[in-house]
């Protein structure tokens, strides 16, 4: 079992709405800070919908492990394991963004998806335009309605620092649930911004 998949899961997963729920949230941060427990955080992540996710990427890719570093990346951010498979006949794309998509938050009475709580609930992109006191301000792209579907465009807004401490102005990050999680590379943001489009595309085609 990979410790670096371990970590990277628990990253992503830290102080979301079901690790909440479960309060695992201790367990995970010792191990993103210190590798500890690394058994006993498995399990822990297992309770998660993500690892049904990493289960089917692993099993997609001929890869044992579902905690493979590789396997959970592809989940989250994206690389050359996230794919579009189909699953009793439903397309389903191996893909965060996309369970953000067509997860079943309410719509607004204006008919329009609930943009807000899959904005904050999606993996994010942002480029550091000013660190401050309490975080950073970062110009990403952000989840809206447009002409009946779902698109991006340019926003700023202040996220906390989170795992971040060494983190400088024009550095690149990814965040979730406003908390940033880690600096990433061009090439990173790069497929993680198309993984997203592609991820919207689908959506939008099937409706």
């Known amino acids: 079992m990979s410790l670096k998949g371990l970590k990277l899961a628990a990253l992503y997963s830290y102080d979301c709405r079901k690790a ?3 309060k695992i949230n201790e367990a ?15 399990e822990l992540l297992k309770k998660l919908v993500s690892y049904d996710w990493y289960h089917l990427i692993a099993k997609n890719n001929d890869i044992k492990d579902p905690f493979a570093e590789e396997v959970v990346r592809a989940y989250w951010t994206g690389n050359k394991l996230t794919k579009l498979i189909s699953v ?14 067509v ?12 943009l807000a709580s899959r904005d904050e609930c999606k993996i994010s992109w942002g480029m550091v335009e000013k660190i401050t006191d309490q975080g950073l301000i970062v110009d990403y792209e952000v989840l809206i309605w447009k002409d009946g579907g779902f698109d991006l465009t ?6 906390k620092k989170g795992f971040l401490d060494e983190i400088r102005v024009n550095d690149w990050v990814s965040f979730h649930i406003n908390l940033a999680r880690e600096q990433l590379t061009e090439e990173q943001v790069l497929l993680l911004h198309n993984k997203t489009k592609q991820a919207i595309d689908l959506f939008n085609g099937q409706q």
């Not at 995970?28 to 498995?42: F, M, P, S």
């Not at 079943?104 to 609930?114: H, K, Q, T, Y």
């Not at 340019?154 to 996220?159: A, F, S, V």
């Open 154 to 159: 340019n926003r700023k807004t202040e996220i």
């Open 20 to 22: 909440r729920m479960l």
């Open 88 to 101: 009793g006949g439903k397309n389903l794309f191996l893909f965060h963004n996309f369970t953000v998509l």
């Open 28 to 42: 995970l941060l010792r191990l993103i800070q210190a590798g500890e427990n690394r058994e006993e955080v498995a």
């Open 103 to 114: 997860s079943p938050m309410p719509n607004l009475s204006s008919g329009v998806p609930d």
